[in-house]
């Protein structure tokens, strides 16, 4: 199954100041979602970032707790954020973590996959249920 949609992001980072060591700067962030769309749902989780010294050169890992609707069913399930940016190229990989299906969502299993036009945010999220 397929739904795709927009949502709202808000990062609260959890230190004052991102701590730097020989140049790579390390940051952890509250997330805060609301997804709308084919999926009704708010998300939140942490997430922790690096930042070289190389231009548009990062790393970040998040898990993100989804909590909602998607056509009827209602419940929740977590992703896992994996994202690579190589000098401004980037890779990401965002995957339902096996088995944390709560509610109408027990044993769904999927990925997911965002993109950014300006400040607006969208997703793409595959998925199957037994």
Known sequence: MHVKGEFKIKLTPLYATLEEIDKQKYGRSKIDKQYSGDLTATGFGEMLTVRTSAPNSA????????????????GSFVVQHVGIFN??????????????????????????????????????????LP
């Open 87 to 128: 000098r401004g190229v980037g890779t990401l990989h965002i995957d339902i973590v096996p088995d944390s299906g709560t509610g109408d969502f027990v044993s769904i299993a999927g990925k997911m996959s965002i993109r950014n036009e300006g400040e607006r945010h969208y997703y793409d999220l595959e998925y199957s």
């Open 59 to 74: 790393g970040y890992v998040a898990v993100e707790r989804i909590e909602g609707s998607i056509q009827g069913r209602e």
